[in-house]
Nanobody, 123 residues
Framework: QVQLVESGGGSVQAGGSLRLSCAAF????????MGWFRQAPGKEREGVAA???????RYADSVKGRFTISTDNAKNTLYLQMDNLKPEDTAMYYC?????????????????WGQGTQVTVSS
């Protein structure tokens, strides 16, 4: 059974940083890709960053140059380093995984989801 557990959310002021973690359990690692998504109140869930096991990485335009996705394959953990945070980054952040290669930012292409971790950025 696949389980994804996020941590690292919190409240910061604009310009600050946070690092999200996603521990993955039950995945067959050799052919998975994972991503970070977020959903603000009243808005649709959107892709933020994704990475696959072959090294392909993709970012949403809104976070390029500020967010960095990385993986620790030995620990089965996905990270999202978020720097220079803005109030518009405020959202619930979700980790997701799928059995496919390619760094997709499409919500519909992911089968497994974590429960989310809240990020709040104040101005």
């Amino acid at each position: 059974q696949v389980q994804l557990v996020e941590s690292g959310g919190g409240s910061v002021q604009a310009g600050g940083s946070l690092r999200l973690s996603c521990a993955a359990f039950g995945l067959i690692n050799s052919w998975t890709s994972m991503g970070w998504f977020r959903q603000a109140p009243g808005k649709e869930r959107e892709g933020v960053a994704a990475a696959d096991r072959s090294g392909i990485i993709r970012y949403a335009d809104s976070v390029k140059g500020r967010f960095t996705i990385s993986t620790d394959n030995a620990k089965n953990t996905l990270y999202l380093q978020m720097d220079n945070l803005k109030p518009e980054d405020t959202a619930m952040y979700y980790c997701a995984a799928r059995y496919a290669l390619g760094a997709s930012l499409l919500v519909s292409e992911y089968a497994y989801w974590g429960q989310g971790t809240q990020v709040t950025v104040s101005s």
